[in-house]
């Protein structure tokens, strides 16, 4: 069975950083383009990142670019994303998701989701 977890979230002040990771088990994920997401109380889920299987294609939402960094090791089922300068509108539960093709930057490009961590930055 196909599972990815998030871990890494938490309650941090505005301007500190976090680092969220995401573990795929259960099936061969070095294939597959990563990608997190998030969604705050009221709102849609958003696109935060994408990074492609290879690690040679990498995106961002232009409200984190600058501030988040989306990683990944080759080959490997864990991806990261490291959090700076972060703001009360950051707050959100963040996903990852995992694509078979491409690198979308919408939900329906991908086909494995984890539950979530919550991020809460406080001003």
């Known amino acids: 069975q196909v599972q990815l977890v998030e871990s890494g979230g938490g309650l941090v002040q505005a301007g500190d950083s976090l680092r969220l990771s995401c573990t795929a088990s259960g099936g061969t994920f070095s294939r597959y383009a990563m990608g997190w997401f998030r969604q705050a109380p009221g709102k849609e889920r958003e696109f935060v990142a994408a990074?492609?299987?290879?690690?040679?294609?990498?995106y961002s939402a232009d409200s984190v670019k600058g501030r988040f960094v989306i990683l990944r090791e080759k080959y490997k089922n864990t991806m990261y994303l490291h959090m700076s300068s972060l703001k009360p509108e950051d707050t959100a539960l963040y996903y990852c998701?995992?694509?078979?093709?491409?690198?979308?930057?919408?939900?329906?490009?991908?086909?494995?989701w984890g539950r979530g961590t919550q991020v809460t930055v406080s001003s």
């Open positions: 990074i492609s299987w290879n690690i040679d294609s990498a």
């Open positions: 998701a995992a694509a078979s093709v491409g690198v979308p930057k919408v939900e329906q490009g991908y086909d494995y």
